[in-house]
């Protein structure tokens, strides 16, 4: 899981996911060139897109345009421009080079990407790339930073369009109703596992029926230039484990099949390093079946990551300390690797509004249950967020008694231990008998309540670490505050959003349960660490039980009272409009000089 929101880690990857976006991948989206009209036909483009659907329109209609420009430009100036530098001297100069291959390599995700938000996103930025007028260039700015017309920051409100924003994505036909995918499903049991694969789009076939698409034949024309390029720095590599993965994902770019690569992945043990592939199942919200394309490139820290390796030797442990029944529990594999990165460079999902600062790969519950999975901390970005945006909202929603308990380090370690926790809990659940992934069987909310139990859990399991000795003892109370704080930077992100309403479920809970009060008067928040600490267990409890159920309608039900904004959260937001929302990156290494 990939996480950009909560812990921003996806997802469920903790906070939990271009060059200038002028690389191969993203201006293509420019040129609008014959690729684009595959988002304007039915055979081709699983959203039946009509002619008008991918012309930009007013949102607001009733403000001028130059109050609509002003508007949008006061949402962009809500995202801080971030130069996130990496020092790659250090690198043997073919290792360096292979760096700029992978980032080449990277940039062909973000087409496909844009392609995937919505099948006309390449037609309608095409078109605003043509603005001259202020409102029009404010438009494209947006959509660009937004990853379609719709902004994720505020409900998936429209803002280039009049349509409203499609649940289905890219993946699916315009109009295709969850009811009606399953119904086809049922009634057509041999395609099942096609049409539910994570790796294929659904269109509709000459008489209106389903079929499913593989990735790789949708997505050739970017695919084929990105496994060329990631064979190319396979050659350049003198690392063997990074080679051996380079291949296999060039070859999985081909088939679809990531499971030998993903293992390779596993088995990474190089400075220089790529994730690249179909993750993450967030923007599905039909359905929660479809991956999205995404790539991180980093630079590895060695000491910093053989400093936290003592942690994945807790994972059974911490599995076994789950505040539930022997019988919930359950063991997957513990190998997991934690990686220290800096971030070097990122391309797709993992470059929409919301920056992922950690994940926590691979999803393929087989492979985890093998190698378990690897922890990845984007430390250049940890820090950047933490400075400019997570300690400035704790000091504007916190009592000021508890500024002094802000604390970069503990921020870091939840962030660490969000990502850990992805690991434990149930993977899979019985549906009418059968034994099916948790993700399937929740549907669209195991998102939310994934980034939720992953956030609890982390302050758990911290707690558990200072309670064994690991953690020091006088961290408790800085952990507690920062990871309250923290809820507030997610929450921003809008209850729409699934590491937001993961963090409004947290927020809620522990009102209820006297963790923590609201100063009406003062517009801030106190802590009751020894309440908070009961809630935040009853909550982890509660959290574990749902996914190890695996009813849909019971989690639906629990999201929808918890995970909604109250009257507290309003006003507490309310004080924020000077703090950044997210930061709009930009990577040197990759020669930008200016955010995508």
């Excluded at 969850?178 to 269109?203: Q, R």
């Excluded at 509709?204 to 790789?216: F, I, K, N, S, T």
């Excluded at 500024?403 to 969000?418: C, P, S």
């Excluded at 609201?518 to 928040?525: L, V």
Aim: proline content about 5%; aromatic content about 8%; overall charge negative.
């Amino acid at each position: 899981l990939a996480c950009g929101g909560g812990s921003e880690s996806k997802g469920g990857k903790a906070d939990a996911k271009t060059g200038d976006a002028k690389g191969k991948g993203a201006t293509d989206l420019e040129t609008a060139d014959a690729k684009t009209a595959d988002a304007g036909h039915d055979d081709h483009g699983h959203g039946e897109i009509e002619a008008t659907d991918a012309k930009p329109t007013d949102a607001k209609p009733a403000a001028s345009e130059a109050d609509q420009a002003a508007d949008l430009q006061a949402r962009i100036d809500r995202f801080a421009v971030a130069e996130l530098g990496v020092d790659t001297s250090t690198l043997p100069e073919r290792e360096r080079e292979t760096l700029l291959l992978l980032i080449d390599a990277a940039r062909q995700m973000d087409p496909i990407f844009d392609r995937q938000a919505w099948s006309a996103n390449p037609v309608l930025e095409a078109e605003l790339a043509k603005a001259t007028d202020p409102l029009g260039k404010a438009k494209h700015a947006y959509l660009r930073l937004m990853r379609g017309p719709w902004d994720r920051q505020e409900h998936r409100e429209p803002f280039a369009t009049d349509h409203p924003w499609p649940k289905g994505a890219g993946f699916y036909p315009k109009n295709l109703t969850a009811e009606e995918f399953k119904a086809w499903v049922d009634a057509h049991p041999a395609d099942a596992a096609a049409l539910e694969s994570l790796t294929t789009v659904i269109k509709r076939d000459a008489e209106g029926g389903l079929l499913a698409v593989p990735y790789h034949e949708e997505y050739r024309d970017w695919l084929t230039p990105a496994a060329a390029k990631l064979r190319e720095a396979a050659e350049k590599t003198e690392n063997a484990s990074l080679a051996k993965f380079l291949r296999s994902r060039a070859d999985a770019f081909g088939s679809d099949d990531y499971y030998q690569s993903d293992k390779d992945w596993m088995d990474l043990d190089s400075r220089v390093e790529i994730t690249i592939g179909p993750y993450e199942t967030y923007e599905d919200e039909l359905l929660g079946l479809k991956a999205s394309y995404e790539a991180f490139v980093t630079v590895s820290d060695p000491a910093a990551s053989e400093a936290l390796a003592k942690y994945k030797a807790w994972l059974p442990k911490m599995e076994q300390h789950l505040p539930v029944d022997d019988a919930v529990k359950t063991k997957r594999g513990a190998e997991s690797p934690i990686r220290v990165v800096d971030l070097v460079f990122t391309a797709g999902d993992a470059r929409k509004s919301v920056q992922t600062i950690a994940f926590n790969l691979p999803n393929d519950e087989r492979v985890r249950k093998e190698k378990g999975a690897k922890k990845v901390l984007l430390r250049n970005l940890i820090e950047t967020k933490f400075d400019r945006i997570m300690k400035p909202i704790g000091q504007k929603v916190l009592d000021p008694a508890l500024h002094d308990r802000l604390d970069g380090g503990a921020f870091f370690d939840q962030v660490l231990f969000h990502e850990l926790s992805h690991s434990l809990g149930p993977a899979f659940t019985k549906v009418d008998g059968k034994l099916v992934d948790v993700r399937v069987a929740l549907g669209p909310a195991y998102t939310a309540l994934e980034e939720c139990k992953a956030d609890a859990l982390g302050a758990y399991n911290i707690l558990y670490m200072i309670e064994q000795g690991v953690l020091p003892a006088d961290s408790r109370e800085k952990v507690l505050t920062s990871y309250f704080a923290g809820l507030f930077r997610s929450v921003r992100f809008g209850v729409a959003e699934a590491h937001g309403q993961g963090a409004a479920i947290q927020i809620n809970r522990y009102l209820a349960g006297g963790g923590a009060s609201f100063d009406a008067a003062k517009g801030t928040f106190t802590i009751d660490f020894a309440k908070l600490e009961a809630s935040i267990e009853t909550l982890v409890h509660d959290l574990i039980m749902l996914q190890h159920e695996g009813d849909k309608a019971e989690a639906e039900a629990f999201l929808a009272e918890h995970g909604v904004m109250s009257k507290e959260m309003e006003a507490a937001l309310a004080g924020l409009g000077e703090i950044p929302v997210d930061i709009r990156p930009v990577y040197p290494v990759a020669g930008e000089t200016a955010p995508r």
